[in-house]
């Protein structure tokens, strides 16, 4: 039987052009990257809890200058107690009496060599992350001009932030029938399920499974900067 009187009926898939999926491919790995990199902060942080470290309830990241510094006076030197006054950064100086009492821990000899070698994982994916990030702007180069469009809405001023919306959803916009289509197309539209006058679920679709999160990410650093100024 003849299958093509049916094609019109079957919606075809977006197959962006091949540098396109060259980017896409790298930005899902730099996702696959920093996931790593989050895992072994966990660890990390996790190491410090053990062993009753708990400088991240004074420091809002452990691997900031002046926490790592602390870190590392304790690792060098474990049977000394750092001096923390002069290991922190001066905007720090009001919290030397919190931070000293939340190292009053230890660590031992096994913990520390563990920290030693979750730092040095992460240290290593960060230089992976920065040669990919690398390669992706050399890629973007021929989308400098649509970069700086996608610039020019807030939340996307970094230019690797656009290259992200870029390879996952090209240049071409005329694959998308519409402003409506590409939203469908990108899981950020609501189902409309209704049948007898009964309304089913309206929850928006599993489609951009990389797209929607990043943009749900986007908004949420907006909203929580609108916050903050108002």
Not at 98 to 107: K, Q, S, T, V
């Amino acid at each position: 039987m003849d299958s093509r009187p049916f094609q019109a009926l079957v919606a075809s898939s977006f197959i962006p052009q091949l540098k396109i999926r060259q980017l896409r491919d790298l930005f899902r790995y730099r996702m696959k990257l920093t996931q790593l990199q989050v895992g072994q902060k966990n660890r990390y942080q996790n190491c410090l809890t053990w062993s009753n470290l708990q400088i991240a309830s004074v420091v809002s990241d452990v691997f900031g200058k002046s926490a790592q510094a602390i870190i590392k006076s304790i690792l060098d030197n474990p049977q000394d107690k750092p001096n923390i006054e002069q290991l922190v950064h001066k905007r720090m100086k009001n919290k030397v009496q919190d931070l000293e009492i939340a190292m009053e821990g230890a660590l031992t000899p096994e913990q520390a060599e563990k920290i030693r070698v979750i730092k040095a994982h992460y240290d290593a994916l960060a230089i992976c992350k920065e040669d990919l990030e690398q390669m992706i702007r050399e890629l973007g180069q021929d989308y400098q001009h649509q970069v700086k469009l996608i610039q020019t809405v807030p939340g996307f001023k970094e230019d690797l932030s656009a290259l992200r919306i870029i390879s996952e959803i090209g240049c071409d916009m005329t694959v998308f029938d519409s402003a409506a289509k590409l939203c469908s197309w990108a899981g950020l539209v609501p189902a409309n399920n209704e049948s007898a006058g009964k309304k089913f679920s309206t929850r928006i679709s599993k489609g951009g499974k990389y797209l929607k999160p990043f943009l749900f990410q986007v908004q949420t650093l907006l909203s929580n900067l609108i916050s903050i100024q108002n």
